[in-house]
């Protein structure tokens, strides 16, 4: 099997040159035995025309775990590369067509409802605007401005439906019996305790740069939902050891959990593009790890001043 995939200006796409595993009269045998309908392997892009045939220039080839960014135009294709491409929308849309190619992405395929872009917008602006000003709390802004996304066309309900995180739903839910686990049996009150006794008489800053360290941390190795969930306890029993201000100290965990630079385990994009970049463990860590000291030094400095303690 040959997969492709595809960036087409701005939106990634996956493509599957097809293989039926199924003997079929004619075919040409696959790495497991069977046979494919495809034609493209053993062939070079200068031998399918490719760039003139799609529109779609292709930057990059994927093979056994190496990525292959020279040459390209002269060799052949095999079983289980994968095509770095990019072009227009018009251009993936063509190769979607394609019977040589199955779409794993199709809506990166399609072409965006353009007459519905105001709406869409003006919908988003409403939610935002309606939380920030209090109107109605942000679970029912967000609900109602995804319903009347769907009343008014902007999506159909099975776009709405796939677009969900199902995972993300679920691992929140099973993670918020643990952290109220975490408060009632004491535990917050043991991290809490922790934190204060190692910076609490060091003023807001020191105790937002301990927790901001300990949250950071778990980030390169836990979800981040699941991680705030975790820390929201420890955050609010510090506050109310210190007497600060617990926004300061939500906020600060808010961030830190985002923070997720340094590891590829710790975002589902990081590992997104680690395998068609070629990147490595220590590629993430190179860049994450200052990344994520000049966010701690921001927010350090930044969030006492926001939310004053």
Known sequence: MVNTSTTASPLA??????LDLSPIVGGVSGPNGGYSRTTLAGKTLTDLLFREHYGLSVLAIW???QALRTDLSTLPLQFGDALLVYGPRKSLEAVARDS??????EAAAQAPRLSKAPLAAGIMFAVIASAILGLVPIAIAALTGAAIMVVTRCLSMEE???AIEWKVVFLVASMLPLGVAIQKTGAAQMGAEAVV???GDMGPRWVVAALFAITVLGTQIIPTAALVVLMTPVALSAAASLDISPHLLMMTVAIAASASFASP???????LVMGPGGYRF???VKVGVPLTLVTMLVAVWLLPLLWPA
């Open 13 to 18: 796409l996956g493509l599957d040159i097809g």
């Open 282 to 284: 220590t590629d993430y």
């Open 265 to 271: 385990l710790s975002h589902p994009a990081h590992l």
């Open 197 to 199: 006794a190692m910076v």
């Open 160 to 162: 709405a439906y796939r």
């Open 63 to 65: 093979r056994r775990q």
């Open 100 to 105: 040589d190619f199955l779409v794993l992405d």
